[in-house]
């Protein structure tokens, strides 16, 4: 027995668009998905796409926060070690000049450890270095006071050992030496002037003569 599929191809070639609104055809659910133009990502999965994107752009700016905040952690706890520190060494200075004072140390020695001390607490290295520069320039070269010149005959000397050391290393390059030959040079110099200038001061012959 054959099938008779006449009425549902005269079905297919009606044109339903003459027959009234109420009688056509309703749209198909597989219509909307019919042209490729017109599909759309659904609205959850777009949101949930968008999310995710500004997640992973997000976590840059997470991570230079977090940098941040660190490096914020080290450098308080930086200047917290060298609080510590500065009070700890302030404290010793005391200490230093309370016993120098007893045993009559010269007031040029006792007032550079108290500026020292002044300026550990105040965490204003320059207040001691300028007044140590001026003690040397004015009591000393200046005004040949003994004392300050030989607390610059101590230093330079401190100095100049710590240079030759380091050249009998073996381990510096071929310019470190020779820069380090200079400075030897230039320390021993300055050594013999302020001999010279300690002697003159304290009325004897010059060690230079």
Known sequence: MELDFSKLNNL??????ELPPEKQPSKTP???FLGAEEYKT???EENALEGQINGLEGIPILQRQADANKADRERALAVYREYQSNIKVSSQLQTDILKGAK???DIYSLFLKAVQAISLMTSNTVFYSQLNDDIRAIYGAGLLEPKPLELELEEVQGRLERLIEASKRGTETADSLQRIERAIQAHKQRATELKGMIEKA???ESLTA
């Not at 297919?12 to 668009?17: G, K, P």
Request: proline share 17%.
């Open 42 to 44: 659904p609205p959850k």
């Open 12 to 17: 297919a070639l009606m044109d339903f668009t």
């Open 202 to 204: 304290q009325g004897g």
């Open 30 to 32: 597989l219509e909307p």
């Open 103 to 105: 045993r009559g140390e």
